[in-house]
């Protein structure tokens, strides 16, 4: 019962390199989000996806990018990474939208942009 | 967004009942209300939702006013392991996205 996993689980890199968060789920759930959480604050949706192929804008979209080619994984690339973007990055599935179901989360990678 | 009120924190004694109260005073009609948990270095886990009944799960209870402008979380009997930040989040038919507030941080003292 594999769940979903996030990789890598820490991240140090530097200003203006690419980097990619993975994010791989086992359910087949349809619905799969990127979040951010910075150090003492709730959680920003970044991105979302209703299923593959389907991807939309959250509520701080700006510096990120995300593909959903297979049903199961769904990785986040910060383009040139910024010191604004040192954060948890926590990934979540559910099986058919928020509304009146739940999410499930990922461990989180936690990334330092120095 | 309808929002939601929450104090910042709160403290209970290991193995008492808790009564988690949030306050949502402009929800709408067809808004549904989560509760999440999120323990120390760890992702948000679902814990409860609703719509308008009373709901019961074996982790918690949510009791939904009958006006539907407040709602309560109880833990039964706090463990240790129930000391985390608690959200409640009003989620919309329309919605795709859940709005994280500052939510309650629960501590428990043995």
């Known amino acids: 019962d594999a769940g979903i996993t996030q990789s890598p689980r820490y991240k140090i890199t530097e200003t203006g390199r690419q980097v990619t968060l993975m994010c791989h789920q086992t359910w087949s759930h349809s619905y799969m989000f990127w979040y951010r959480q910075d150090l003492g604050h709730g959680l920003r949706l970044i991105y979302y996806?209703?299923?593959?192929?389907?991807?939309d804008k959250g509520e701080v979209p700006d510096g990120y990018v995300v593909s959903r080619s297979k049903t199961e994984n769904f990785p986040l690339t910060l383009e040139s990474a910024t010191r604004s973007q040192t954060s948890v990055y926590f990934c979540?599935?559910?099986?058919?939208?928020?509304?009146?179901?739940?999410?499930?989360f990922g461990s989180g990678t936690q990334l330092s942009v120095l | 967004d309808a929002k939601t009120t929450q104090p910042n924190s709160m403290e209970s004694n290991e193995e008492e009942p808790v009564h988690l109260p949030c306050n949502h005073s402009t929800i709408s009609g067809t808004d549904y209300i989560h509760w999440y948990r999120q323990l120390p270095s760890q992702g948000p886990e679902y814990v409860i939702h609703?719509?308008?009944s009373n709901v019961n799960n074996r982790m918690a209870s949510l009791a939904i006013a009958e006006d539907r402008k407040s709602s309560t979380l109880i833990l039964h009997r706090a463990t240790l392991r129930d000391a985390a930040v608690y959200y409640c989040?009003?989620?919309?038919?329309?919605?795709?996205?859940?709005?994280f507030g500052g939510g309650t941080r629960l501590m428990v003292k043995p």
């Open positions: 989040i009003l989620v919309n038919n329309a919605g795709n996205m859940l709005t």
């Open positions: 996806s209703a299923a593959a192929d389907i991807t």
């Open positions: 609703g719509l308008t």
């Open positions: 979540a599935s559910s099986d058919a939208g928020i509304t009146n179901e739940k999410l499930f």
